[in-house]
């Protein structure tokens, strides 16, 4: 039954807490088995599916706790080879154990009917299809149809791709010598994508390597290749990827952001690979005087819904609401009218974001050139469109959806 609670006490974060699946995993330390991990993630990719079924077999939607643990139930029924009463009954006891042992019999009684059926989806005209079909809620869904008639299909679509994509610490590994010595699963434009062996997950413990997407290093290089001792400052750094990898290219970097604990993430970083960062704790909604027309480049990877990655991260689903964009909308144009404020005058300002959405990217950027007429989409670079604007889709094999917008400073 240990595995049973283990995924209970891991989605229950998630569900209710909004809590990332990825973070509870690490920090549930050894009760994460394999068998642990394919469970909670194998729950949370199959939950409007699971709940969906399950609600064909009550009348009354019962409480969070118990409706957690019938999805997690009702994956390993349908989706794993463990015996059929070995859930049941653990699903029982595991009821008793949590305090809802007025609920055993109910949970016997739906797991016993889910167990002699099969799953299914609703009607395709039914007004729930697309929420089960892409495991998403309906909200998300039209938000992107909006936005992307005729692709949102393929945006939205789960993704089964298991690699990381990393890229080298050219300081310390070149690609002859890694391709040379080590696996991976394909070569891309700016590193690989790789099934993260021990031996990489050693030569990532050294700094040789880091864990970053294809979208993350596209923002960077959109700030071009001639970063030798230019002074950036990159406003809301954490976890640090971007601000090491400009450190990398030679750039002197001002890394910022405004929690404690996040500060700490990019000291780790740092350590880690072995770069130099002037490291800050500072509210980028906040004027600081001491960066006023310093910077020859100031990054803003503004906070944002994060539906650009959302197909492999359906964690995410708990933790947002339609009305966090809203809010998100306000802080990124207050981010972003503050930091304009740190760019000299020549220099660049670049606004990114890993969400899709329109209204988070070029709603954003169109607003704030209209207000801002010393400023313009800088089109004098070879890695960043004719229009200083670029959105990348989550469609092909191994991409995240990023925006990126190149702007000078006029005058």
């Not at 469970?39 to 609600?55: A, D, H, P, R």
């Not at 042992?101 to 739906?110: L, P, R, S, Y």
């Not at 800088?378 to 200083?388: A, H, I, S, W, Y």
Request: hydrophobic share 35%.
């Amino acid at each position: 039954m240990e595995y049973l609670e283990t995924s209970y006490d891991i989605i229950k974060d998630v569900y209710t807490k909004g809590a990332y699946v990825h973070v509870v995993l690490g920090n549930a330390g050894n009760k994460v088995t394999p068998l642990v991990t394919k469970i909670v993630y194998g729950t949370l990719e199959n939950w409007l599916l699971l709940k969906y079924n399950l609600s064909l077999h009550y009348k009354k939607a019962p409480q969070n706790t118990v409706l957690i643990l019938l999805l997690i139930s009702s994956y390993c029924l349908k989706f794993l080879s463990i015996p059929d009463h070995a859930v049941v009954n653990s699903s029982v006891d595991l009821m008793v154990k949590i305090g809802k042992k007025e609920a055993k019999g109910f949970v016997n009684k739906i797991l016993r009917i889910m167990a002699s059926k099969d799953l299914v989806y609703p009607e395709k005209n039914s007004p729930v299809y697309d929420e089960v079909y892409f495991n998403l809620p309906s909200w998300i869904i039209r938000k992107v149809k909006q936005d992307y008639k005729d692709k949102y299909k393929e945006i939205l679509k789960p993704s089964s791709f298991g690699y990381e994509h990393i890229r080298l610490n050219r300081n310390k590994i070149n690609e002859k010598e890694f391709e040379s010595k080590y696996e991976y699963y394909k070569k891309t434009n700016v590193g690989y994508f790789v099934n993260m062996s021990d031996e990489l997950k050693d030569l990532f413990k050294k700094g040789h390597i880091t864990i970053q997407s294809k979208g993350s290093i596209a923002v960077v290089d959109a700030i071009g290749e001639d970063l030798l001792n230019k002074l950036v400052l990159d406003v809301c750094a954490a976890p640090g990827g971007k601000s090491v990898y400009l450190a990398e290219k030679g750039a002197v970097v001002t890394s910022c952001d405004i929690h404690t604990h996040r500060v700490k993430l990019i000291d780790s970083y740092v350590k880690r690979v072995g770069v130099k960062l002037n490291i800050l704790e500072n509210d980028a909604t906040v004027m600081n005087p001491e960066f006023i027309d310093k910077f020859d480049v100031v990054l803003v990877d503004a906070p944002c819904s994060g539906l650009g990655v959302i197909n492999r991260r359906q964690d995410m689903v708990f933790s947002k609401s339609e009305t966090d964009i809203a809010s998100l909308k306000k802080l990124q144009r207050k981010i972003i009218e503050t930091s304009k404020n740190y760019v000299k005058k020549g220099g660049v300002l670049l606004y990114s974001t890993c969400t899709i959405l329109k209204e988070e990217n070029h709603h954003v950027i169109s607003s704030f050139l209209k207000e801002n007429p010393n400023f313009t989409f800088d089109k004098n670079t070879e890695l960043t469109p004719v229009d200083g604007e670029v959105q990348i889709l989550p469609i092909e094999e191994g991409e995240e959806g990023y925006y990126i917008a190149r702007l000078k400073r006029v005058s």
